[in-house]
């Protein structure tokens, strides 16, 4: 510790690996721990105290397990994302289909109920009208042939309308 860096050399068997039962407890998460732990006192001349030692064999067979657990997690979750991108593209394909229906849909309802009304009628009449209200702009009642003869034509265009509509 500090400001100087310790080079050690250390060769360990990992059969003379020795796990203290409050390590085993700390790693499997049934104990947790402390912020500042206190110095073991020692009571073997090793200067290491174990509650209990676990051989290599049980460390190595430990740490399978836990790949194992590990790889079976990772696959679960890789299933879990193809089954969520699979959902993903059905409801993609659903939303178009639905999309396609509603089009076709108020296609059809446009063609049965809402009618289009063809081109202008009795334009020629409507210019009239507007010509002489804008050369009597304060004498609009010299207009009122024009008008007359607008609205007949519309009326009339009216009941061709009506009368091909029932036909129809």
Do not use: W
Request: hydrophobic share 25%; aromatic share 6%.
């Amino acid at each position: 510790m500090g400001g100087n860096e310790s080079k050690r050399t250390m060769v360990v068997d990992r059969d003379d690996i020795m796990v203290t039962q409050s390590v085993i407890n700390r790693l499997s998460g049934k104990e947790k721990v402390p912020d500042s732990a206190p110095e073991p006192e020692h009571k073997t001349g090793s200067g290491m105290d174990f509650d209990y030692a676990i051989p290599s064999s049980k460390i190595r067979q430990i740490e399978s397990e836990y790949q194992e657990r590990l790889k079976a997690t990772e696959e679960r979750e890789a299933m879990s994302k193809a089954r969520l991108k699979q959902y993903e593209e059905q409801s993609e394909q659903q939303l178009q289909t639905q999309q396609e229906q509603f089009s076709r849909t108020m296609d059809e309802l446009e063609k049965k109920f809402i009618r289009n009304t063809g081109s202008p009628v009795c334009q020629d009449i409507q210019q009239d009208v507007f010509q002489c209200y804008q050369t009597n702009p304060k004498q609009t009642l010299n207009c009122s042939s024009h008008v007359r003869a607008f609205t007949s034509c519309v009326d009339d265009a009216r009941k061709d309308a009506y009368d091909m509509s029932k036909k129809a």
